[in-house]
């Protein structure tokens, strides 16, 4: 079997690195890929964006089957044109895709199918959001862009001063994005925050394991939002009510878009937030998460091409369920100075090769390439550890050890993932 891996960044990284295991896979080719790719697949290049490109590309190559990365290319419709041209393509049609594409058809299909989730209120124009700002009580609000932001379109205001600046930061993401270009304003909820994903097929559903991302840039949550700093997985919290997320949140959202005619086919993310009322959808995203791929396939036991393959042909239930590592896996981002603002690139990076990678440690690049023999910086997410171990404690170890022999000009990256939950484990 081929397999094609549409992306660069460490998500796809983490697929390929998956992918080549299995004994059913002779090939795996990554578009456009980065170094880390190069090294166990074939990188192609063709740019994520390129839809014409890479359906051309699996036609050509006789491609099996092709597994999306990035939202970008969901969005714009990729699946529907590999299906028009015959190829098997895993992920949402561009229909389906909207459930990240718009914020607002998002929230609107929430209300609708009386799935938990925030009070919200949309705005096509700025001026409107402003005025709403001005006529409600002071206090907490969140400002999201409604179309695609690479993860940083979300503002979390402490009062109405600043949800009114983070209009206009929130509109500069949409215009400058793609998709639903309108503003939503949300609710602010408090809880500790998990992602679900779940593959389905929409029909049959098969939920990952638990994990919890770090998004803000700074240690104790503090900063900016960003595209993810750090994830760890199993979530000890999550354990009691993950029945319960999974019957009340994701199982009525692949029905309620069952419902609407958008059938959705691929990984259907669920960023939640576990409240005292119980767990409500803070957003959806129509792909894996990254960085939460990371440490999931490194936990993966069982091979993954199965899995991937059924859920394109419409045929999950005919396939066993994924097998998990019991231990813990960790996973740390290192960034460029300045992310998630601007930043230099083509920083050289020293020490990669130090680390000493196998089964219960990898380092899977994001924003890297080669300039010429030196590996460089080329984005703001720059590469990932991940690493397992028997408790949190042995997992961060294991992880901040291999972090501590690189370095490069302005590096930057959390020193407390998964502290919050190895506390409350104590």
């Known amino acids: ?33 980065n170094p880390g790719t190069a090294a166990i697949g074939e990188n192609v ?8 490109g890479l359906v051309n590309f699996a036609v050509d190559q006789s491609i099996d089957l092709t597994v999306v990365g990035p939202e970008a290319p969901l969005c714009d419709g990729i699946v529907d044109l590999f299906r028009e041209r015959g190829r098997l393509c895993l992920g949402p049609d561009k229909a389906a895709a909207e459930i990240e594409g718009s914020k607002r058809f998002a929230r609107e299909l929430c209300e609708k199918h009386r799935i938990p989730g925030p009070s919200f209120w949309s705005f096509e124009n700025p001026a409107t959001a402003r005025s709403f700002l001005e006529n409600r009580p002071d206090g907490p609000i969140v400002v999201k862009a409604s179309g695609l932001a690479a993860g940083k379109g979300v503002v979390v205001c402490k009062d109405n001063e600043e949800a009114r600046e983070a209009v206009s930061h929130c509109l500069e993401q949409v215009q400058g994005g793609a998709g639903d270009n309108t503003l939503v304003l949300e609710e602010f909820l408090e809880g500790p925050e998990v992602s679900l994903i779940t593959l389905t097929d929409g029909e049959t559903i098969v939920p ?22 750090g994830v760890i997985t199993p979530v000890s919290l999550m354990s009691r009510v993950s029945q319960q997320m999974e019957t009340q949140i994701v199982f009525p959202t692949v029905h309620a878009m ?16 576990l409240t005292q009322q119980g767990p409500r959808v803070i957003e959806f995203n129509c792909r894996l998460g990254d960085p939460e791929t990371q440490p999931l396939l490194l936990r993966l036991k069982s091979d993954i091409f199965p899995l991937l393959m059924a859920a394109a042909q419409d045929k999950l239930d005919t396939v066993e369920a994924p097998v998990w590592d019991s231990r813990v896996a960790v996973c740390v981002v290192a960034c460029s100075g300045g992310y998630p603002g601007s930043y230099k690139k ?7 090769d130090r680390i000493e990678t196998g089964p219960d440690l990898q380092v899977f690049h994001a924003g890297t390439r080669l300039a010429g023999s030196d590996l460089v910086t080329d984005g703001g997410r720059v590469f990932a550890v991940t690493a397992l171990g028997a408790d949190i404690q042995a997992a961060r170890q294991r992880a901040y050890d291999a972090l501590a022999k690189v370095e490069f000009e302005g590096m930057h990256y959390r020193k407390d993932i998964g502290v919050a939950q190895a506390a409350s484990r104590a």
Request: without cysteine.
């Open 346 to 352: 083509g920083v050289p990076i020293f020490g990669l």
């Open 208 to 229: 990952l394991e638990p994990a919890r991302d770090h998004k803000p840039v700074g240690e104790g949550d503090t900063g900016p939002n960003t595209g993810g700093m």
């Open 1 to 33: 079997m081929k397999v094609l891996v549409v992306g660069q960044g460490g998500r796809e990284h983490a697929l390929a690195w998956k992918i080549q295991q299995s004994p059913l896979v002779d090939r795996v080719f990554v578009a456009p890929g």
């Open 258 to 273: 069952n419902r609407e005619k958008r059938r959705f086919r691929g990984f259907l993310y669920a960023g939640l937030m």
């Open 45 to 52: 290049d063709i740019a994520a964006t390129d839809l014409e």
